[in-house]
């Protein structure tokens, strides 16, 4: 039916329309007239500024209802279909992530939320849990909200303003958001036993009301990430995992370690200048630490420096175990010719450590989909981590996703950027979120 | 909800502003002279059932989504009705 083609050159007296009686024109021309052409009545030669102003009338019908079209498909996509939920949500989530605090359209259209505190046991002590929550009942359809539960990496992150932006905001977008953190990742550690803390919190978030229990993933960040791969592999949890999420992750300690020892990263076949941030050279001291004998372990923490990570006098390395002072070496990056033979002098302890907190040695029992993000001048883990996780994934055909970004330091969105980055990185980013928001879409 | 309600209340009328700049306009034997208020007003209701519509099945987040897409049928519909009824009138007519 075309009702447009006649209202655009006959619709001058369309305002006066309303007055005409009510005789339905019993025509297919019914529509036209209904909108003020009456048919049979030539079409009088315009001026051509009189045919410019028709054509121009003629523009602004079809954008009215191109716009109305918009809204029509726009709205079904956005509100019917599970995919377009998840864009929806992901759309009001993205800003929140990236200005790091929670934007008015989201408060505003967002659930009400709650927050409370709660503890469980694990096999790494008490696991304190901030829980995220809307007050509302969740909805009909889909019938059951998501969960996720959030490892902000080591370090006591409760409080960090970002962390907290960005719990609330999840949360007021529909979901159920479980924060955790144990004692080990507070005191800038790693232990295997953490596994543990979050393989409970996903089983405790699998039964708090409302969440839908196969519609739980895992955000982990940092070295968080990466004890969090090693949880989504625990038979109690991996067949029924919707999602897991590493940000800035590593993929393989002991390749780390060499990473720290040479103070480089192999960039595509070329080594390229590489120093770390203090921070993952105090964790991964703590982590080694742990497993040397009461003198060694404490010869090494007593070494922890808070700007360059790791220093110890002339002295105390002479103190040293051999294995000990191998771990000491490579995590200062003072013998970068020696990677090989300090790595091999490690002891069995800290082989079967690097081991047991490598996402790369349980990576064939993982059965979730895992999504990737780096950003690529990472100080905190090498990027080129997450494209040997990549790598791997691609080859044993494990459903994943990963995407290296330019706007982040580390897993912070860095300040003043321009325009560019942030719609290109934005773009990626909002694609890798609205996958990550399907399971409860 | 308030807020929301509002919200959906404004873009209904947005959305029969949108119907009426498109000649979307009721036949003026249905609405009378008045059609256009009525497509306005028609808007406005459509939006506000539209948006608790939405947020009682989908949760408050879809809301206005819903209300969009419900806004948009119903300002057609009401421009399409006569036009059926019309059709539907000359059918029973040709089957008596």
């Not at chain 1, 279909?81 to 993205?94: I, S, T, Y």
Request: charged residues 15%; proline residues 7%.
């Amino acid at each position: 039916m075309d009702i447009g083609g006649t209202v655009e050159i006959h619709d001058g007296n369309d305002g006066n329309a309303g007055e005409t009686p009510a005789q339905l024109p019993d025509t297919p021309n019914s529509m036209a007239a209904g909108m003020g052409q009456q048919p049979g009545i030539p079409i009088p030669k315009q001026s051509g500024r009189g045919q410019w102003r028709q054509l121009a009338r003629g523009g602004r019908i079809w954008l009215c209802r191109a716009l109305l079209a918009l809204l029509l498909v726009g709205g079904i996509f956005f509100s019917l279909v599970p995919e377009g939920r998840a864009a929806a949500r992901a759309a009001l989530l993205l800003p929140a992530l990236i200005t790091q605090s929670e934007p008015a359209p989201l408060v505003l259209a967002g659930d009400p939320i709650h927050h409370t505190q709660a503890t469980i046991n694990s096999r790494d002590g008490t696991v304190y849990l901030d829980i995220y929550a809307p007050t509302t009942a969740p909805p009909p359809i889909p019938g059951a909200r998501e969960g996720v539960v959030v490892i902000s990496g080591v370090g006591d992150n409760r409080q960090v303003p970002q962390l907290v932006n960005l719990l609330q905001a999840m949360a007021r977008s529909g979901l159920v958001v479980m924060a955790l953190t144990t004692q080990t990742l507070m005191d800038y550690d790693l232990a295997p036993a953490t596994s543990d803390a979050i393989v409970q919190a996903v089983l405790a978030l699998r039964h708090y009301p409302g969440v839908g229990p196969s519609r739980v993933g895992i955000l982990g960040f940092s070295a968080g990430g990466s004890v969090a791969c090693i949880a989504a592999a625990d038979p109690r949890i991996r067949d029924s995992l919707a999602f897991i999420t590493l940000f800035g992750s590593y993929y393989d300690a002991r390749t780390l370690l060499r990473d720290f020892g040479r103070r480089a990263q192999d960039v595509d076949g070329q080594l390229v200048h590489w120093t770390p941030n203090a921070v993952p050279v105090q964790v991964l001291t703590n982590a080694i630490a742990d497993t040397l004998p009461n003198g060694d372990g404490d010869i090494l923490r007593g070494g922890i420096n808070t700007t360059t990570g790791l220093s110890l006098s002339p002295l105390d390395q002479a103190q040293l175990s051999p294995p000990a002072l191998a771990a000491y070496h490579l995590l200062v990056g003072d013998e970068p010719q020696q990677v090989e033979a300090n790595l091999a002098a490690l002891s069995p302890a800290m082989q079967t450590l690097l081991v047991n907190l490598s996402p790369s040695s349980v990576i064939t029992q993982v059965h979730a989909p895992i999504y990737l993000l780096h950003d690529r001048n990472d100080v905190f883990v090498p990027f080129t981590q997450s494209r040997a996780f990549d790598a791997a994934l691609t080859t044993l055909g494990h459903q994943h996703r990963y995407a290296e970004f330019s706007i982040f330091q580390h897993v912070e969105v860095r300040t003043g950027l321009g325009i560019g980055p942030l719609l290109r990185d934005g773009v990626t980013l909002y694609l890798l979120l609205t996958d990550m928001l399907q399971p409860g879409s | 909800m308030l807020a929301l309600s509002f919200i959906w209340l404004l873009l209904g009328v947005f959305i029969g502003a949108l119907a009426l700049g498109a000649r979307l306009r009721p036949l003026p034997a249905y609405l009378g002279r008045y059609g256009w208020a009525a497509m306005l007003g028609i808007g406005a209701l459509a939006g506000l059932i539209g948006g608790w519509l939405g947020t009682i099945l989908y949760g408050r987040f879809f809301g206005t989504a819903c209300a969009a897409w419900i806004a948009v049928l119903s300002v057609t519909l009401v421009f399409f009705s006569p036009w059926a009824l019309n059709r539907m009138q000359r059918w029973r007519a040709s089957a008596k």
